[in-house]
């Protein structure tokens, strides 16, 4: 890069010095849950599952990465679970408190509704546009509901 102006050569430098801070690296299928923890450090949540065990890291505001392993501990697939399209099948009298936590990690916010039961609220972004999720689950953990909104306190969260 000597070619190049310092000015160019030092943003450069620290687009790739966030990048690497804000993307996890890359992970191929296979490697045990022990590389993954050494590689990616401790997740942001951890979770049993019938089939294996999954570990959830959250690199960057309105960003969660799924990493599921089989009953060997060996890794099959990871996966950006806020997503719109992941929301979306979210089935209301279907998915229980649980299943919601176990898929995208702990609510970015809990409101207690009283008798009613709670909303859980989900940050991420569409298409570069900021966006929120409520999951209203009845007093039982039954998800009754789901809606999507723009997020209108976007610039205070992410910066």
């Known amino acids: 890069m000597s070619g190049f102006p310092r000015s160019v050569v030092g943003a450069v430098t620290a687009c790739v010095l966030v990048a690497g801070c804000a993307v996890s690296r890359e992970v191929p299928p296979g490697v045990s849950v022990d590389e993954v923890l050494a590689r990616q ?4 949540a951890s979770y049993q599952l019938p089939e294996g065990q999954r570990l959830l890291y959250s690199p960057q505001a309105g960003q969660v990465q799924s990493f599921d392993f089989d009953a060997s501990g060996q890794l099959v697939g990871v996966e950006q679970v806020l997503t719109r399209k992941k929301f979306e099948g979210i089935a209301p009298g279907q998915w229980r408190a649980a299943e919601v936590q176990q898929t995208f990690g702990p609510p970015a916010r809990h409101v207690a509704d009283g008798e009613k039961g709670s ?17 209203h ?5 039954m998800v009754g509901r ?8 976007a610039d205070q969260r992410y910066r």
């Open 119 to 135: 909303v859980w609220t989900y940050f991420f972004q569409e298409y570069g546009v900021h966006r929120l999720v409520r999951i």
């Open 137 to 141: 689950l009845d007093a039982s953990g």
């Open 41 to 44: 450090g401790v997740p942001w």
């Open 146 to 153: 789901v809606d999507f909104a723009d997020d209108p306190a």
